[in-house]
């Protein structure tokens, strides 16, 4: 199963309402400069035996969360994007939806029709043989849509990607 496939069909075929773009870098900045605050204000407390609980405190709290900022960062950064939709202007939603074999057809026949409501509706496995990923806009005016069925150790594509908009 290669979600990066469905992504790539998009941008190469629905080109004038989706593209790839980045998430904004607000966040994960504003993560790191409070990591670094919380480091910051260690630094201003006197040293002494009623405050190395709190200092202990204050630096392991800022460290990792200065840690997780830079990772956010990187991951902004390095990432490859996700897909944008340009007449909403907002990123699609991936949902991933898993179901027993026993409703492959109710799955692929949803699947196909882009149905997000059925899709929903129809109960999800916990070991599944039929997996449906989803890229769609929270309105469900656009979608793009991909089943996959799980056999000989590997997940394969059970139709090509369909798109509704």
């Known amino acids: 199963m290669n979600k ?11 080109g004038e309402f989706v593209e790839r773009r980045r998430k904004s ?12 605050a919380i480091l910051a204000v ?8 009623d405050s190395n609980n709190l200092k202990s405190t204050l630096v392991l709290v ?7 900022g830079v990772v956010l960062v990187l991951m902004r950064i390095l990432g490859a994007g996700a897909p944008y939709h340009k007449g909403s202007k907002s990123f699609l939603v991936e949902r991933t ?13 949803a699947a196909k029709a882009c149905d997000m409501k ?22 469900g005016e656009f979608a793009a849509v991909q089943a996959f069925a799980y056999e000989e150790l590997e997940y394969r594509p059970l139709f090509d990607v369909v798109v509704k908009h």
């Not at 990066?4 to 629905?14: G, P, R």
């Not at 966040?27 to 409070?34: E, N, T």
């Not at 059925?118 to 309105?139: D, K």
């Open 97 to 109: 939806y898993s179901f027993a074999h026993t409703q492959r057809e109710k799955a692929v026949a």
């Open 62 to 68: 800022g460290s990792i969360t200065a840690v997780v």
């Open 118 to 139: 059925a899709l929903a509706s129809l109960p999800q496995s916990e070991v599944p043989s039929i997996t449906v990923v989803t890229y769609s806009l929270r309105n």
């Open 42 to 49: 260690n630094m201003v407390i006197d040293n002494g035996a």
């Open 4 to 14: 990066k496939d469905i992504c790539e069909v998009l941008y190469a075929s629905y």
């Open 25 to 36: 870098l607000v966040w994960p900045i504003i993560v790191l400069v409070a990591g670094l």
